[in-house]
């Protein structure tokens, strides 16, 4: 259901996603990651203070963002503060409000002070959109669905290029040598995971392992190219294919 959601148009479509639109955060309304954390965001989020409900919103808002900008056809917008998970709507001076500016604003002290969590959202964005910059995401075309996996929550991925997309949404599953389908042989190579530690994550595996692709049988009866990753619950991983 989330896949088809995020790729749900003909595939010489272009159009433009984003996981946060206008609409939603101006009138009011609560942004994601104060949707995910809610009242947790006022007392926890402090680097060092482990936090359930928190560490869960951080993990999902890294996630949320990477599937919606790495399934695009066309371009990703991103609404003001979304990329370090601001927390608080963004509202302009109007008859409504009193002509009140006390919302005209991001905060982005919230991600440069050093001492907030805020700090992690950001740096994955700028680490995001560099990756999509690198290997030219935008124009890579439409992404096609390798594996759904219901049972362990797991969606694989790819483009017409080198980048496979992982995502583990669940909550707690973390699967040794799991097995995947991939889109041509070769070793892949982890190049960017919401799990990294500079992310605020707990990085449960290796940024320097190898997977190597081997001959396998799909359930269809045809062979395919897979590999065997650790599948770490509420983490994505982009690998990159070298030949």
Do not use: C
Not at 35 to 53: F, S
Not at 59 to 75: D, F, P, Y
Not at 142 to 163: C, P, Q, W
Request: proline share 3%; hydrophobic share 35%.
């Amino acid at each position: 259901s989330m896949f088809w959601e995020v790729t749900n148009r003909r595939k010489d479509e272009k159009t433009i996603s984003y996981a946060e639109s206008h609409d939603q955060a101006l009138v009011g309304d609560k942004t994601i990651i104060f949707r995910l954390i809610d009242a947790d965001m006022y007392w926890h989020m402090q680097k060092g203070d482990e936090n359930y409900t928190v560490n869960r919103g951080i993990s999902l808002h890294k996630m949320i963002r990477l599937l919606t900008a790495t399934t695009i056809n066309g371009g990703y917008l991103n609404f003001m503060g979304n990329e370090f998970g601001h927390p608080e709507w963004i509202d302009f001076p109007r008859e409504g409000n009193g002509w009140s500016y006390a919302h005209a604003r991001r905060q982005w002290s919230l991600s440069t002070n050093g001492f907030l969590r805020y700090s992690f959202l950001g740096e994955f964005d700028k680490a995001m959109i560099g990756l999509m910059r690198r290997y030219g995401v935008l124009a890579s075309g439409f992404a096609y669905n390798h594996l759904m996996d219901e049972m362990n929550k797991t969606i694989v991925y790819s483009h017409r290029g080198d980048l496979l997309f992982v995502f583990n949404w669940h909550p707690s599953a973390s699967i040794p040598d799991y097995e995947l389908p991939v889109q041509a042989p070769g070793k892949y190579v982890p190049v960017l995971s919401t799990d990294e530690s500079r992310f605020g994550g707990q990085e449960r595996q290796s940024m320097a392992a190898e997977h190597f692709s081997f001959d396998a049988e799909k359930g269809d009866g045809q062979r395919q190219p897979h590999i065997r990753i650790y599948n770490t619950s509420r983490t994505a991983t982009v690998y990159l294919r070298k030949k």
